[in-house]
């Protein structure tokens, strides 16, 4: 394998458009990367499909790993069992990371299952990255969680600030909790349990939490660099950006978010693109998660977190007590 | 009185930039609207400036109840006692309306306590009309509802579809319920709860349940009017919106939402601003509570839910044991 080379596994059943979509947006990104191999994980037919329109010369940089799928492709409440077996190609070896456009449970299921999670992580958490008019912004979780309790947005705390410092390459990055007001005391059950235990942690990376923030933070990005929320919120605030974004056509002065996620705290790369993702979502999709694994941010991530640890004081109690 | 005439009572001291912006949007809101009368409640000192500011044949327009703030005036989490006399002064005749920029939790508390709640509503919710690329769409609770239970968005729904019906004048409002997913059983534990009590709930003025929408349908509106969700998410999506419709300054198809959201659910008309409104936003809530006002929202509202309360099967069952 020549350095920079990235194997992703891309499920070819997930998704509401599945597998049209998919077949689009794995040949887009196979094209725009010459050092990207893809392992095809689905039915033979479609697989085919991508191959036949690669050009012979590329077609050796792409393998196909059969499954036929359990039931009817393209239902996000479906499972095709395409994930669990792109899973298991990356555990096995046969590919660095996996892109997944069907159900975000499914997937977070299969990948906590199969790769197991980041030492002193309970619930994994899906990161989206965000352009802001100042730069990147880390917003998590958008859809792994409902319902968490604060140890759980202790988690993506920590989560969130590894992977601000291993991909995003930030010096101490700032930390924020989303509320409804930036009062100490704002918000619910749930931040007001949160924000002290937050304010008493050590994060890792020379992170630091800079208290709560809004939703208008979220898009100015001037406050904080990572803002931590329940999946329930992040989802819904992350869903409406991304249409405000679509009715502005280009004309915002930052870019449009991608509709693909990273799934952190599980012990391998994974990406998680929007159900309704289209070929141009899939391939940013295949994008980042080749990004991922050069940047091996799964283990950079871990490691900076499992560091902080040894200073860490008392996050146990926390999880125990208040989950 | 005229017809047409609304007696508006604003609060001086409320908002994070008061009382500048305060009087800077009352005289805005007075001089765009002849029928419009003013009952300023606050210091004496401030009352003065705007009617200083005024054209001489404006001033009778406008009269004065003098509260000298409890407190250092402009901070949110302060309480000044001017919300309590403007409530005061609408329960006793003086005023039609009231507007207040001030702590949202403090402007509930003084309405629900002043003017009593709705028959059958428990909790009052914000309720934020954003234009959408279809039309108007009412989102709610944008931050008066915090951890509700189920029969607290059931109570939600009732409003936002009497609202929609009595305010927009809407023949039979679809109602959706915000979660991050469409498919029956996506959402978190209140969601989960709710949904399938809204699917058999008789909703006033002919409204109809269509099920869970998701953050992007906020602001595309195709598929529902009403948009029904606990004040957390829907504070974190209205201020996300607002801020990216900010970034887009007028570049969008469509309005930015107006930063003033009417209080339903409490017996007498109330708009609430965002903490951080400018004399603009000001003077929008104060069109939007005379607009209210001489809609006679509160009363058509209030009687829309009553009627169609009638015919309803079950509601309090849930109220008592979900919450």
């Known amino acids: 394998m020549e350095p920079g080379t990235a194997r992703i596994a891309v499920d070819l059943l997930g998704g509401d458009h599945a597998p049209a979509v998919v077949v689009d947006g794995a040949l887009r990104a196979c094209q725009a990367d010459p050092s990207l191999h893809l392992l095809l994980v689905g039915p ?8 036949a329109a690669l050009d012979p010369a590329d077609r050796a ?23 669990q077996a792109a899973v298991l190609a990356v555990v096995e070896g ?28 309970r619930r994994p958490a899906l990161a989206a990255v965000l352009p802001t008019a100042a730069g990147r912004l880390v917003l998590l979780d958008v859809g792994a969680s409902v319902d968490p ?18 991909v995003h390459t ?10 409804i ?5 704002k918000g619910d059950r749930v931040r007001r349990a949160a924000a002290p235990l937050l304010a008493g942690l050590q994060l890792p990376a020379d992170a630091h939490y800079i208290g709560l923030v809004e939703g208008h933070d979220v898009v100015l990005g001037e ?23 679509g009715l502005a056509g280009g004309r915002l002065p930052i870019d449009a978010p991608p509709r693909a996620a990273a799934l952190l705290g599980v012990a391998g790369t994974v990406v998680v693109c929007h159900g309704a993702a ?12 080749a990004h991922l694994h050069r940047r091996a941010a799964v283990a950079v991530s871990a490691g900076l977190i499992s560091l902080g640890r040894t200073t860490d004081s008392g996050i146990s109690d926390h999880e125990v007590s208040h989950e």
């Open 223 to 245: 406050q904080a660099d990572v803002v931590v929320t329940d999946g329930f919120s992040g989802n819904v605030l992350l869903k409406g950006l991304e249409a405000a974004y």
């Open 181 to 185: 007001g930036t009062e100490p005391g």
């Open 61 to 83: 940089r792409v393998n196909t790993r059969v499954v036929t799928g359990k039931d009817e492709p393209g239902g996000r409440s479906h499972d095709p069992g395409t994930v």
């Open 149 to 166: 309790g604060p140890s759980t947005l202790i988690g993506h705390t920590l989560l969130g600030a590894a992977y601000a410092a291993a």
């Open 278 to 289: 289209t070929a141009g979502d899939l391939a940013s999709g295949i994008a980042l998660a």
């Open 94 to 121: 046969h590919a660095d990371a996996l892109v997944s456009a069907g159900s975000t449970g499914a997937t977070v299921r299969a990948a906590a299952l199969g790769f197991g999670r980041w030492p002193g992580i």
């Open 44 to 51: 033979l037919e479609v697989a085919g499909k991508i191959l």
């Open 170 to 179: 930030l010096d101490a990055p700032r930390v924020g909790l989303l509320s």
